[in-house]
């Protein structure tokens, strides 16, 4: 289990460019195991979640070859219907789709739990009544068997936006006879990617990037070449980091157009962020105000399906919180233990106040310390990774293979702003 040794307190500077985005990698590499001819995906982040589902793929007999620093060719014309490696599939939640490849290809599979980050709760029912929908048949034991003679298009409203569900439901009516509605369908960009690149394979989704999406089902999918976006959340960490250490940094190639409510969200931090052309430049050298609500009301930073503040930066959020001037109150509302590593924070010198498992209140500014902590989850370890570049002193982050699960050589890539990171087995 290697760590990070941080030494803290030094200001960056230079600019670093986002690596795809690993929350689109992740089901638009599930998707090209439904043609029988080869897809080319570029701009691939290489990350552990995506060296284990492309070893999963490879269990299963599709050729996966690397074409280039971030490009992959997916061959599935070998590809059989079999049991999943529940010793992988417990390494990463993204197991989970390819559960709507495989059964719009071969019309059954046998999945074990998903695994991934502990965040709370992470409910499978949507993707079941999706399946359901569309004709399949669940039967839920230690995993999942799903089976369907024949998918058939159907009217869907998810009970919740789930990503995933509507990216296992996306794919699996891409192949099914007949039209299909999917209602109250998550949007984000990593759906689109995934919508996009099924488009490009010759499938017929319609409202993509709303929450209606229709699929006219098309009975095979062929080859494509296809270029994922740049991820908006390394985006916004990159944004965090630059208020955290003090420094001006500037974002190459960002995704400007998937920005706008990460913005808001800094804003209300008192980080400014300016556009120039395709890059953003973030400004951290003077210390951030939190902006006070009208009549000096406590502002607030909450995530929610998109286009809200994404979950996934809510961990970056509290980080960024803590060197800025006032009080803001952080909610989290989708994962339930989110929010836990904040104990590592407070050691650090932080004043947050947990008022309940999705809630923190943070007063700032605080002088950070270094410290010892572990890594929990992907998100969390950025944000502790961030928190420890801004401390005074060293830091150690032990299960450093938990941000590089969602961070491409992260230690390198700021090491050449200045950051003084050093990796230990």
Known sequence: MSSFIVSGGHELSGAIRPAGNKNAALPVLAATLMSAEPVTVRNVPRIRDVHTLLEIMESLGASVRWTGPNAVAVDAANLEAGDLDARLSERIRASILLAGPLLARFGSLSLPPPGGDVIGRRRLDTHLLAFQALGAEVEVSAGLDIQADALTGADMFLDEPSVTATENAVMAASMAAGRTVIRNAAAEPHVQDLC??????????????????????VRSLG????????????????????????????IEDAPVAHLDSVLIGFRRLGIDCRVDGRDLIVDGREQPVIRMDAFGQIPKVDDGPWPAFPADLTSIAVVAATCARGTVLVHEKMFESRMFFTDKLVSMGARIILCDPHRVVVVGPSRLRGSRMESPDIRAGMAMLIAALGARGESEIRNAGQIERGYERIDERLGALGARIDRRP
Request: hydrophobic share 45%; proline share 2%; no cysteine.
């Open 196 to 217: 996009q690149l099924l488009n490009a394979m010759g499938a017929r989704i319609e409202g993509i990037g709303t929450p209606r999406l229709t699929v006219h089902g």
């Open 223 to 250: 080859s494509a070449v296809y270029e994922i976006g740049a991820d908006h959340v390394e985006t916004g960490s990159f944004i965090g980091l630059a208020a955290v250490t003090g420094s001006r940094l500037v």
